[in-house]
């Protein structure tokens, strides 16, 4: 008898400690920024390989180099001292763009940024970027559901992607 | 709300359009740097930035680990009056949350 409602009593006090525990789990804020930021491409953001960051932002990862972009990376252009800030500038002719995305071929995690433009946004872009060592450094713009690629190669004196 | 921004934003007209530049004060960490008593630094990096241009989304602009510390972006928008106001808002990997806005000189 005695031994019976020993158990049960275990039984409910293991209940209590796995639903308190799970409480705990969700008003923390270790589960809040996945929640807010649903829309993070975390997919692409954490592949190790350029094709895979495209795949999974755009479906496609061959895509036909073309000089429809004009794209400078360093200062002066192809080369930088610190890999930590590298300038990049984006200017192009193309109409109605869509998406912009800046890769770094060599970098732990090739995606650098991923712009979604209204039709109201104007290129140029700049921006600074860190890159981790010499390296292709990718453009790719899609624009009216094509999409377009320019590859620069950079020279890095001291990596920056620490 | 105690701590002031250090983000800075500007907006001036330049030749009938708008060029936004912007500096947001962020350390970027990537979550592979080790502090001075090597131990990592743990990753914390602004993954997500929206602007507004007069209570209209026109760009949204998500970043990985490789954008550099203190992220620096210009970019122009089209037409535009002064008075226009231009704000910006973005959001970290850990769910801190920064806004600032300006008006087109």
């Given at each position: ?40 491409p ?52 193309l ?12 970098n732990?995690?090739?995606l ?25 450094v ?25 | ?34 502090n ?11 993954q ?6 007069n ?20 970019f ?18 850990l769910g ?10």
């Amino acid at each position: 008898m005695i031994d019976k409602l020993n158990e049960q009593r275990r039984v409910l006090i293991k209940g209590a400690i796995s639903a308190s525990t799970l409480a705990l789990v969700a008003t923390s804020g270790l589960l809040l920024p996945q929640q807010l930021l649903a829309h993070w491409p975390t997919d692409a953001f954490s592949a190790e390989a350029v094709e895979d960051a495209l795949l999974a932002l755009l479906g496609q990862a061959d895509i036909a180099d073309n000089t429809i972009i004009q794209f400078k990376v360093g200062a002066p252009p192809s080369y930088a001292i610190n890999g930590a800030s590298v300038p990049i500038e984006i200017q192009s002719d193309l109409e109605n763009i869509e998406q912009l995305l800046v890769l770094v071929e060599k970098n732990p995690f090739p995606l650098v940024m991923s712009l979604e433009l209204t039709p109201e946004v104007k290129l140029p872009f700049t921006s600074m970027i860190k890159i981790a060592e010499d390296s292709q450094v990718i453009a790719v713009i899609r624009a009216e559901g094509k999409l377009y690629k320019t590859t620069r190669f950079v020279e890095v004196d001291i990596g920056g992607c620490a | 709300m105690g701590i002031p921004s250090k983000d800075r934003i500007r907006a001036k007209l330049k030749a009938g359009n708008t060029l936004v530049r912007i500096l947001l004060a962020h350390p970027m960490h990537t979550g592979r740097a080790e502090n001075e008593s090597g131990e990592l630094i743990p990753a914390e990096f602004i993954q997500d930035i929206r602007c507004w241009r007069n209570d209209r989304e026109v760009l949204t602009i998500k970043c990985g680990t490789a954008t550099a510390r203190n992220p620096y972006f210009s970019f122009q928008l089209v037409g535009g009056q002064q008075g226009d106001t231009i704000m910006i808002r973005w959001v970290d990997n850990l769910g801190a949350k920064g806004s600032v806005e300006t008006t087109v000189k």
